[in-house]
């Protein structure tokens, strides 16, 4: 009777390994799919920003060849170029924004991929190349900082390309406006250079720290549920 136990309860086992496989397995095939969709929803933002960039510098190129025939007119073409460089820089804060927040969805769909790959590792002694050394002695989570300073530094830093390109683009909206405002003034051309530079300095480390705070504040709180 014993033997005939321990014969049963071996299947069962085996049987339970079996099922808790298929189940990691479709959460990974779940997890990447997700992953997949937000990637592609990164890239499908950045080329919405891109065709309205397109757009925007096309109005402005037309504006700006348009000859004014009196004040009037004159007037309504600067009000015209102001109003399309603060809608421009003001729509890259919202894409920066996006941006960010794909960006750190991403990065939790990507843990819980390499969490699983993991277990399935341990769990059936998959041997893996040196290469993997460093991947699988990693900890669950990441260390949030090494210091202050390097997360103080990285608030300069953006965290992608996409946020990179978006926060130039507006960054320079910003200085091109401040420039066009004093390029029709009485001021000389040091001071209104002085001032469009740091008209771009400052918007650009604006967007910067605020794409950074973003994207850390969502990884701060992030696990692998669906949703928010």
Do not use: C
Not at 20 to 36: H, M, P, S, T, V
């Amino acid at each position: 009777m014993a033997a005939n136990t321990k014969a049963a309860s071996k299947p069962r086992k085996n049987e339970t390994e079996e099922k808790g496989l298929q189940i990691l397995l479709k959460e990974y095939d779940a997890l990447r799919d997700f992953y997949n969709q937000t990637e592609h929803g990164l890239q499908n933002l950045f080329n919405y920003y891109l065709t309205l960039m397109t757009a925007i510098l096309g109005v402005l190129i037309v504006v700006f060849q348009f000859a004014p025939l009196n004040t009037a007119v004159l007037i309504a073409q600067k009000l015209s170029i102001g109003a399309l460089l603060i809608f421009f820089a003001t729509i890259g804060s919202l894409y920066v924004s996006s941006l960010s927040t794909h960006s750190a969805h991403a990065v939790r769909y990507a843990r819980g991929i390499n969490q699983i790959r993991k277990k399935l590792f341990d769990r059936y002694q998959v041997p893996v190349p040196p290469m993997y050394g460093k991947f699988m002695q990693e900890k669950e989570m990441p260390a949030k900082g090494a210091s202050r300073l390097s997360f103080i530094l990285s608030l300069f830093i953006p965290v992608s390309t996409y946020q990179l390109f978006v926060a130039t683009v507006s960054s320079v909206a910003w200085a091109g406006l401040i420039f066009f405002l004093y390029l029709t003034s009485q001021a000389a051309t040091v001071v209104v250079i002085w001032r469009s530079v740091i008209g771009f300095i400052v918007p650009y480390l604006i967007y910067s720290i605020y794409a950074r705070l973003v994207y850390e504040m969502i990884i701060s709180r992030l696990n692998i549920k669906i949703g928010n």
